[in-house]
């Protein structure tokens, strides 16, 4: 006998969603319904609860083929707008990085650096149709023996283009504070001395791994929305690490899970994948992504109805601590704590601002239910799972 | 008591003359300058927030202007451009006045014109660079 009340499977639910009954609710939308009914009851009513996250993702890129031209050529450098690609591929390969900044960039000489167009510029550009200038030197072989390159390419000319990103969709991430006495220029934002403010970086409930916290119905081959369009989980992005401080519920209280995702780019749209500036840190890419949750079981459901007030991080210094790889905390803060305004450090109250945007995390899991309802989008059947809590 | 922000221009003519300090002698005014770039032979501009009884500060306004001070309020030189925003909130960490918050529990970011200061901190903590500042004076600086 199962130890479930409820169970389904990804088939089941798909089958609904193709006959247009599928119950589809916002990881938003599920917690009342959990809390007032109790699990059992939400997983007999739902099928499948919609996550959305939004927010810059440096390890972001795409992999792009720009097809040959006579006389032909092994790129071995390559340019996009004048950014440097990674060209170590095959003769027309070249992968594009997120942080990858201009080659004339300033970066931080005159500091603190704006970094205003670098690799997830190029990947924005190309996704809003815009042309970009491809240059490209080579060293010329017998089968290749063109040495150089210079066009113009658009999204539709390139004959593939494919977002790929090593680690997305953090599960959790640290409130970042700044005990030094400057103001410091960070992956987190800028941080006001003596802990002027605390930023933070997940969309909490609404965020895809809080909602399924052990990996449980994910993994390699689930569709996922990524950048406006269909992408998938190809597998735990780098720097995976389930094995971190749990809350009784099963969230982690520290960046722990991460994905791997894949999709075409030539379907996505610009609103989703946005080139940005982070001040004296670098360039990046946001990156919209939702994962839908099937609802297999109770203990499924229960997942989804985490609350802000249940998901927990911890408070880190970057202006000593961080740099110097010393790990403390300044204390534990709720999702409810930092979306409230201000967090209290050291007996002080510091105010909170977000870098990952709520109201568009809650658009993308807007979007992926209203994909489901409308019959658009069938969920994947995971064929590889994402590793879990080590003896789990 | 009557506030507002306000961005004074002046041409290059009359930067020489005292003219901000008449604004407490004759009017009765509380002033708060916040930025100022005056400098000889060219056009100035400040930044202040202006304070009083209402009917004193329109007097001390029509001064002003009577000066020659062309005045705007900050607002109007400072835009948010919803197109770019993401909504993200990285501004509200950095703006010392409050015109950048977010309204909760929707966590939308909200921008009021009338309570910035124009320090231009938000426009390039800004990921997008959504925030467009045209503090800049007739000479260009």
């Known amino acids: 006998m199962s130890k479930y009340q409820v169970t389904k499977t990804i088939q089941e639910i798909n089958t609904r969603i193709k006959q247009g009954k599928a119950v589809v609710m916002t990881a938003e939308e599920m917690i009342p319904l959990v809390k007032k009914k109790g699990p059992v009851a939400a997983a007999k009513k739902v099928d499948v609860v919609t996550t959305g996250t939004f927010s810059p993702m440096c390890s972001s890129g795409a992999f792009l083929n720009f097809g040959q031209s006579v006389p032909t050529i092994k790129a071995s450098r390559v340019w996009l707008n004048g950014v440097p690609a990674y060209a170590g591929l095959a003769a027309v390969d070249i992968y594009v990085g997120a942080t990858e900044p201009a080659e004339d960039d300033p970066l931080n000489k005159v500091y603190p650096g704006e970094f205003r167009y670098g690799g997830g510029h190029v990947i924005q550009d190309l996704v809003a149709g815009q042309k970009v200038q491809l240059r490209a030197q080579a060293y010329g072989t017998d089968c290749y023996p063109s040495r150089k390159l210079e066009k113009e390419v658009t999204l539709r000319d390139l004959p593939n283009a494919i977002l790929v990103s090593p680690r997305n969709c953090y599960q959790n991430y640290n409130c970042a504070i700044n005990l030094s006495n400057r103001t410091i220029y960070t992956y987190m934002g800028t941080l006001r001395a003596r802990a002027g403010n605390a930023n933070y970086a997940t969309s909490g409930q609404l965020s895809p791994l809080m909602n399924d916290p052990y990996y449980k119905t994910i993994g390699l081959g689930t569709r996922i929305f990524l950048g406006g369009a269909q992408g998938y989980i190809i597998g735990p992005g780098t720097q995976h690490n389930p094995d971190v401080s749990r809350t009784p519920g099963g969230v982690p209280k520290k960046a722990a899970g991460t994905l791997m995702v894949m999709g075409d780019l030539k379907e996505m749209i610009p609103r989703w994948l946005v080139g940005v500036s982070i001040q004296g840190y670098g360039c990046s890419l946001a990156v919209g992504i939702g994962v839908p949750i099937p609802i297999l079981n109770e203990e499924i459901a229960n997942y989804t109805g985490v609350s802000d007030e249940e998901i927990f991080t911890q408070v880190v210094d970057y202006g000593y601590d961080y740099p110097n790889g010393v790990t403390k905390t300044y204390g534990e803060v709720s999702y409810a704590q930092l979306k409230s305004d201000s967090i209290v450090v050291n007996g002080k109250e510091v105010p909170a601002a977000p870098l990952s945007s709520y109201s568009r995390a809650k658009e993308i899991a807007e979007t992926l239910k209203r994909w489901i309802a409308e019959e658009k989008f069938l969920l994947g059947e995971p064929q590889s799972p994402i590793p879990g809590v080590h003896g789990k | ?141």
């Not at chain 2, 009884?53 to 948010?80: P, S």
């Open chain 2, 1 to 141: 008591m009557y506030s507002r922000m306000l961005v004074l221009r002046f041409p290059q003519d009359i930067v020489d003359r005292p003219i901000v300090c008449n604004l407490v002698r004759e009017f009765d005014l509380s002033f708060n300058i916040l930025k100022a770039t005056i400098l000889p032979g060219q056009d100035g501009l400040m930044i202040m927030e202006l304070s009083g009884h209402r009917k004193n500060f329109n007097r001390g306004i029509k001064f002003l202007e009577e000066c020659g001070v062309k005045i705007k309020t900050i607002g109007q030189d400072i835009n948010r451009n919803m197109d770019k925003c993401l909504q993200c909130g990285a501004c509200t960490a950095v703006c010392p006045t409050g015109a950048l918050y977010i309204r909760r529990p929707e966590m939308e970011v909200c921008f009021e014109p009338e309570k910035c200061s124009g320090c231009e901190l938000c426009v390039a903590a800004c990921p997008v660079r959504a925030m467009e500042v045209h503090l800049r004076n007739a000479s260009g600086f």
